[in-house]
Nanobody, 122 residues
Framework: QVQLVESGGGLVQAGGSLRLSCAAS????????MGWFRQAPGKEREFVAG????????YYADSVKGRFTISRDNAKNTVYLQMNSLKPEDTAVYYC???????????????WGQGTQVTVSP
């Protein structure tokens, strides 16, 4: 079992940056691939970025490619999402999630955090 806690959300103007963190409990963090998802009001939860267990493979949604960077520090049991050049359409609740093998669909993930709100003003 792993428990996930996100932090770092907030209000930012368009063009600004935020870095989200997701701290994991337990000693098996490095055995999980990790993902970031987001859900805007009235929309389905969507994949944003994923990273393999070792961190050597990453995947991004087309909508964030070139602006967002996912990374992890297995020594600190933490995964990050650096978000640059933010747009109003990035406004959503952002969730981190853990799975056995990196995937882009929500049902593949077994463990979820509670989410952190990101709001981008025009």
């Amino acid at each position: 079992q792993v428990q996930l806690v996100e932090s770092g959300g907030g209000l930012v103007q368009a063009g600004g940056s935020l870095r989200l963190s997701c701290a994991a409990s337990g000693r098996t963090f490095s055995s999980y691939a990790m993902g970031w998802f987001r859900q805007a009001p009235g929309k389905e939860r969507e994949f944003v970025a994923g990273i393999s267990r070792s961190g050597d493979s990453t995947y991004y949604a087309d909508s964030v490619k070139g602006r967002f960077t996912i990374s992890r520090d297995n020594a600190k049991n933490t995964v990050y999402l650096q978000m640059n050049s933010l747009k109003p359409e990035d406004t959503a609740v952002y969730y981190c999630a853990a799975t056995t093998y990196i995937a882009t669909w929500t049902l593949a993930y077994d463990h979820w955090g509670q989410g952190t709100q990101v709001t981008v003003s025009p």
